[in-house]
């Protein structure tokens, strides 16, 4: 039984002092192609190890497999699958809503209609941000990125702007004085 197996070894290592734990699990060959890259990527402890066993520990949490989860600042709704065929169109099992002083179980309807208004607003606040930043008038990216050049721009980026945030805050009251423009807040180094 690897679950004994595997609760055997994480045991031992603990006893011995070991940071690492050997775990044996078996999978059909027609998955292995698609676990191993995903086991390879939240193994690492580093910060994409990190992000990938943030982004998927909710897993664990919910009874059903999570089809999608749609976060608010603090609102969510959780729509549990797997999708069943209702006549050719497909619902999800149900979904679950927690906001503040509520929690409420949706039905498969319920749960497919909400989900459906949630993905049309992503879709038109996407469509208008597009619009207001000019994406259309440019030529389409390629998806992939330059991992290491991407990440060292971003985290530029990112120092700039929190460089001008702390000179917009005035030693003498605490107030906030030059707060960056949008398009500083965005990445943008007109200033």
């Known amino acids: 039984m690897p679950s004994i197996r595997n609760s055997i070894d994480r045991l031992a290592a603990r006893l011995r002092g070991r940071s690492h734990v050997t775990l044996r699990f078996t999978v059909h060959q027609r998955l292995a192609p698609m676990v191993e890259p995903l086991i390879e990527r939240l193994l690492p402890f580093d910060d994409d190890g990190e992000t990938y066993r943030c982004s998927i520990s909710h897993w664990t949490l919910s009874e059903r497999p999570v089809l999608h989860t749609h976060r608010g600042v603090v609102s969510t709704l959780r729509v549990d699958g797997p999708l069943q065929d209702a006549g050719g169109t497909y619902l999800p099992l149900g979904g679950l809503i927690e906001a503040p002083h509520v929690t409420a179980h949706l039905d498969p309807i319920a749960a497919r209609q909400l989900d459906n208004l949630l993905q049309d607003a992503v879709d038109d606040v996407i469509q208008n941000w597009i619009i207001k930043h000019g994406h259309n008038d440019q030529p389409r990216q390629h998806r992939e990125i330059d ?6 721009e971003a985290k530029r980026i990112i120092a700039a702007w929190v460089s001008d945030a702390e000179k917009a805050i005035t030693a003498a009251d605490g107030s906030f ?3 960056p423009c949008d398009a500083c807040r965005e990445g943008s180094d007109h200033a």
């Not at 991992?147 to 060292?152: C, M, N, Q, T, Y």
Request: aromatic content about 0%.
């Open 147 to 152: 991992r290491p050049k991407a990440d060292r």
């Open 177 to 179: 004085a030059d707060i």
